[in-house]
């Protein structure tokens, strides 16, 4: 990938810088006050990696390989602002601290592209970082990132994600599939509560993975069901 005569701007760069840290911890506490799930740190890096796991083994470069972990570390930066539009005032925000960092253009093009792409109300896989971005945003379910401890109090994204046993992201088939094989405490949560909740961001990830070039299956329980 070109870039101009600016700054190589690393992961390891992005994650270190302060202003990032507090829009990412701030924006967190604004959505622990909105009753919604941990997204914070653990979110976000876990985002970042499994982002750009699924472009590595897809064979894209190193350099689209470290945007997406970029892109994944910044995706939810918006909802310090609002959680209504995030991904589109993330994108903003993500602009101005790459700018002012001085990531080329190119770069800032794309990592804002996909951050601005990136929730299921007006995203797409408009190129392979978004589309990678997508898939490990919306797969990641996981029990820690529920916040309350008191199950009868549980409301149905509690339960869900509470019910969540374990979770893996993997290919299969010599990368021809990406499976998200997830196991479910039924007397939790059952299984129809998690297609109520995520049906459509599971769509959405078999439509980043057709980008990809690749199919999307949901494994739940041992059973396919997507």
Do not use: W
């Amino acid at each position: 990938m070109a870039t101009d005569s600016k700054k190589v701007i690393t992961y390891d760069i992005v994650r270190e810088n302060e202003t990032i840290k507090a829009y990412i911890s701030q924006a967190d506490k604004v959505l622990a006050a909105m009753g919604f799930t941990e997204h914070s740190f653990g979110h976000v890096v876990k985002t970042a990696e499994t982002a750009a796991m699924i472009l590595k083994t897809l064979g894209y470069s190193d350099r689209e390989v470290e945007l997406a972990r970029i892109a994944g570390y910044l995706h939810d930066i918006g909802n310090v602002v609002n959680r209504v539009e995030h991904a589109q005032s993330g994108a903003v925000l993500a602009f101005r601290i790459l700018d002012n960092m001085g990531m080329p253009a190119e770069e800032v093009a794309l990592v804002v592209s996909a951050i601005g792409n990136h929730d299921e109300g007006t995203a797409s896989a408009v190129n392979p970082v978004a589309a990678a971005l997508i898939i490990a945003d919306k797969c990641d379910v996981r029990r820690t990132r529920v916040r309350n401890r008191d199950i009868p109090s549980f409301d149905i994204h509690d339960r869900v994600n509470y019910a969540v046993e374990s979770s893996k992201l993997y290919f299969k088939n010599d990368n021809k599939s990406l499976v998200l094989d997830i196991t479910i405490d039924t007397s939790i949560s059952a299984v129809m509560n998690y297609f109520e909740i995520f049906l459509g961001r599971m769509m959405l990830s078999r439509k980043a993975a057709e980008y990809l070039n690749t199919n999307f299956e949901l494994v739940i329980n041992g059973q396919r069901l997507l």
